[in-house]
């Protein structure tokens, strides 16, 4: 009894939808025929045209293209208020493409003028709408009596006895041929989404109603009744194009400028973040050294007072104490320089850049005498753009870092430059210790250094990174490569705006 029952209602449910599938089948095959009834498009070809007026044509097209600094409501407005003067209808409108939140198409109208001016503007379906059959057709309509096909427009006072339709084409054109379906967005009123479309995002309509007389936007034909003709679908047409190009391009327009506004957002962020960063490693690095100081020097009292009484070993753990002090101390001196180069406004200024890379060996001029190394420095260097102490404090290190960490007998700097596209590479070239392929990016970390460096000389592991951070808030970029020649050692190179 109970499985009869759920059959039955089970039954009753694919009963009810089928009725309902076949209720919408009926509406849309009556739709076609009615359709079919009142497309009289075919009968444009058999009409006389009126002759073309260039000069208000231009009139028009420079009031719509006046309107392509607003938004695309203000567009589509125009292009109605012109389809009405340009046509000399009763009423002109807009019909958009739209979807709405849960899916499925649907058109609505918008911009009306005319004697139209006022009325509602329900979302319909495409089959019920005359601007929903021209965006599926793609191409020019026109009605007789459309109200026959539509029956919504039967409600409507006074009653559209002719309708002329135009597609208006989106991003990817579609005038001619255009389907709907899913593809190129297309753009809407009041900035909502809309449906997903080959090419138009609407149609431009104008209509003539019952008890209207057209004497022509001039005046002429004395009075009579004139139908629409391929003038007017030549104008409607002109103007489609031009205003569904403005629309588009006032959507690129506004998805720039929240792009921008949305990237300027992000970098204003980074910089509050930055600064808190910068801020905190201040506080933490000054905060730090002052016990530490305490231990160190704890360390030193104890090896002074007891160090005749304590053994070898307690002497040797007492030294790692006060060495483990000094090289926690210089990491955090480190860490303060870093949070110092990342802060304050830079002096930018036009720089000599021969004159800071001489600058630069005059600061490590003990080291390279005392090394006795060869330096080459390239003549004629370009002029840079830049703080000058801190582009000073970036030569100094990747200078003394290319004799610091060299082994070779005769040591050798060569310094050297290349420009291209308004920046300057500067080229630092040493014959040191060079650097394996997997550490050429790890040693602009912070405290991270290479392993063949850390068992050549000691050090905190911050310099490059500073060096990368300073560079980088030039606008530049900083990297290092194998010497070309395949000899032991690095190049570093850095590039900065030329001046």
């Known amino acids: 009894m109970h499985m009869s029952t759920t059959g039955g209602a089970h039954q009753h449910q694919h009963g009810g939808e089928r009725g309902r599938a076949a209720a919408n089948l009926k509406r849309e095959d009556n739709a076609a025929a009615g359709l079919a009834a009142c497309d009289i498009t075919p009968e444009l070809e058999r009409r006389q045209s009126r002759e073309r007026d260039y000069d208000r044509e231009l009139a028009a097209m420079r009031r719509l293209g006046a309107s392509f600094g607003g938004s695309p409501e203000h567009i589509f407005d125009t292009l109605a208020l012109e389809a009405l003067a340009m046509t000399g209808a009763g009423s002109a409108g807009l019909t958009l493409s739209e979807v709405l939140p849960g899916g499925g198409h649907t058109v ?11 009325h509602d503007a329900p979302q319909v379906a495409w089959h019920e709408s005359i601007g929903g059959a021209c965006i599926q057709a793609g191409r020019p309509l026109l009605y007789k009596d459309p109200a026959i096909a539509f029956p919504r427009l039967a409600d409507l006072r006074p009653l559209m006895r002719e309708a002329l339709v135009v597609p208006v084409p989106g991003p990817h054109g579609g005038i001619q041929g255009g389907s709907a379906g899913s593809g190129s967005a297309a753009f809407g009123h009041g900035g909502r989404d809309t449906s997903q479309v080959h090419g138009p995002i609407g149609a431009v309509w104008v209509a003539l109603h019952e008890g209207q007389v057209r004497t022509g936007p001039s005046g002429e034909n004395g009075g009579a ?6 003038e007017d679908v030549r104008l409607l047409t002109a103007l489609a194009v031009f205003a ?11 998805e720039s400028n929240i792009a921008r506004r949305e990237a300027e957002q992000a970098a204003e962020d980074l910089r509050r973040s930055n600064r808190d960063l910068d801020e905190f490693a201040q506080i933490v690095a000054h905060d730090l050294k002052e016990p530490l100081r305490g231990v160190r020097a704890y360390a030193e009292m104890v090896r002074d007072d007891a160090g005749a009484v304590l053994d070898p070993a307690s002497l040797a753990r007492l030294e790692s104490v006060g060495r483990l002090s000094e090289r926690m101390s210089g990491m955090i001196g480190g860490l303060l320089e870093y949070a110092r180069a990342g802060h304050g406004e830079l002096k930018v200024e036009r720089l000599e850049l021969g004159t800071l890379v001489h600058d630069a060996l005059d600061a490590v001029r003990w080291l390279v005498e005392s090394e006795r190394v060869q330096v080459t420095v390239a003549s ?6 830049g703080d000058r102490s801190l582009l000073l404090q970036v030569l100094t290190n990747l200078l003394s870092n290319g004799i610091k960490y060299n082994r070779s007998p005769l040591k050798t700097l060569e310094v050297e430059d290349s420009e291209q596209h308004g920046e300057v590479t500067l080229r630092i070239r040493d014959n040191g210790l060079g650097i394996p392929a997997e550490e050429r990016d ?9 392993r063949a460096a850390a068992a050549v000389a000691p050090g905190t592991g911050v310099g490059l990174a500073i060096v990368r951070r300073i560079v980088e808030r030039h606008g530049g970029r900083v990297w290092v490569e194998p010497r070309p020649d ?9 590039t900065l705006p030329q001046a």
Do not use: I, T
């Open 108 to 118: 609505r109208w918008s911009s009306l003028a005319g004697v139209m001016k006022g």
């Open 225 to 230: 009744r004139v139908p629409f003709d391929r």
């Open 244 to 254: 569904g190009a403005g629309v588009v391009a006032a959507k690129l327009q506004e």
């Open 380 to 385: 004629g260097l370009p002029a840079v753009r």
């Open 442 to 450: 790890s040693v602009f970390r912070m405290f991270r250094r290479g």
């Open 486 to 494: 395949g000899q032991s050692g690095s190049v570093f190179c850095l």
